[in-house]
């Protein structure tokens, strides 16, 4: 039976800041935040800014979504992007009326479990302090379409961050022939927050982003 970590709540407010990285060169930041409103309703916000030389990437996503007995039902998920070469603009609306999932104002996916590109993450969390180390989700990912991840514990490092010392577990998506590679860290001590995310294709590593920042509140 799996061993359950202590957890606070997986769902307290908390606001994240990072440092972005590629080969060891800071590159710019992302935010992420998740703020509890009125009737049940959560927010979960996403933001970064990278550049280098003369190319530049902002990206912004936010979640809505709320709770049924502790289990994430999404309702809403935006992502943008701008700065250099195209601009990208999704809306996906889950229409739990209608059973279906709908991609910038498209009848798209029947609606079953999926989640969508930030959720997952936030369930991963979740599962990692009931002990868990497999797991597996449907998620409409930031071009509005369905993925499968599959993801499992690798292993519990200690990590030299610009927060500071942390401990983390550190989870690893499965994907099989496949030359990207993704791994994510997860603090216990942060109530299981990401603190790294790192991210390689062909061996080259793609980014990295890590904590410098981290509030939390119960409401």
């Not at 202590?6 to 407010?13: E, M």
């Not at 800071?26 to 280098?52: F, P, W």
Request: proline share 4%.
């Amino acid at each position: 039976m799996p061993q359950e970590l202590p957890l606070i709540d997986p769902f307290a407010n908390f606001s994240a800041r990072f440092s972005a990285f590629r080969y060891g060169r800071e590159l710019g930041y992302a935010t992420l935040a998740l703020s509890k409103m009125e009737d049940n309703q959560y927010r979960l916000d996403y933001s970064s800014s990278v550049s280098i030389f003369f190319l530049s990437d902002k990206r912004k996503e936010t979640s809505l979504f709320t709770l049924q007995d502790q289990t994430i039902v999404p309702q809403s998920y935006v992502f943008i992007r701008t700065g250099t070469g195209s601009d990208k603009h999704v809306r996906v609306e889950f229409n739990h009326q209608k059973n279906k999932i709908v991609v910038n104002d498209r009848p798209s996916f029947p609606l079953e479990l999926q989640l969508d590109n930030q959720l997952y993450r936030l369930d991963l969390q979740a599962k990692l302090a009931k002990g868990e180390t497999e797991f597996s989700y449907e998620v409409i990912n930031y071009r509005g379409e369905l993925k499968h991840y599959q993801l499992s514990v690798v292993a519990t490092e200690n990590l030299s961050l610009p927060y500071g010392e942390l401990e983390a577990i550190k989870v690893g998506f499965v994907r099989e022939n496949s030359t990207r590679q993704t791994y994510a860290w997860f603090s216990p001590a942060l109530n299981f927050q990401l603190v790294r995310l790192q991210q390689f294709k062909d061996g080259d590593e793609q980014g990295d982003i890590q904590l410098s920042q981290y509030e939390t509140s119960g409401e």
